[in-house]
């Protein structure tokens, strides 16, 4: 079965970075629409950006320059470099990806920007 897995979260300053990253196993064929999104207590889950299969790029406006998106089709991969955090950053960040009419998630990293 097709699972994806992130890792790369933890704990970070205000102004640091992190990099984390989604690793999709259980199927051969690349997945179409990737992205991730993002839930922090209380609130509802938002989308973070997505990278779609032709290439586009969609960046919440709320991390557009901080944060960059990239994929690795032949890996079934895709990565968020998170520069300049900030405190409301701090939420469970989930990979999803999309096969066909199937949708999939990851189990979520905890990300927590705190001084």
């Known amino acids: 079965q097709v699972q994806l897995v992130e890792s790369g979260g933890g704990l970070v300053q205000p102004g640091g970075s992190l990099r984390l990253s989604c690793a999709v196993s259980?199927?051969?064929?690349?997945?179409?629409?990737m992205g991730w999104y993002r839930q922090a207590p209380g609130k509802q889950r938002e989308l973070v950006a997505v990278f779609t299969s032709d290439g586009s790029t969609n960046v919440a406006d709320s991390v557009k320059g901080r944060f960059i998106i990239s994929r690795d089709n032949v890996k079934n991969s895709v990565y968020l470099q998170m520069n300049s955090l900030k405190l409301e950053d701090t939420a469970v960040y989930y990979c999803?990806?999309?096969?066909?009419?199937?949708?999939?998630w990851g189990h979520g990293t905890q990300v927590t920007v705190s001084s």
């Open positions: 999803n990806g999309r096969l066909g009419r199937y949708n999939y």
């Open positions: 259980g199927t051969i064929f690349s997945l179409n629409d």
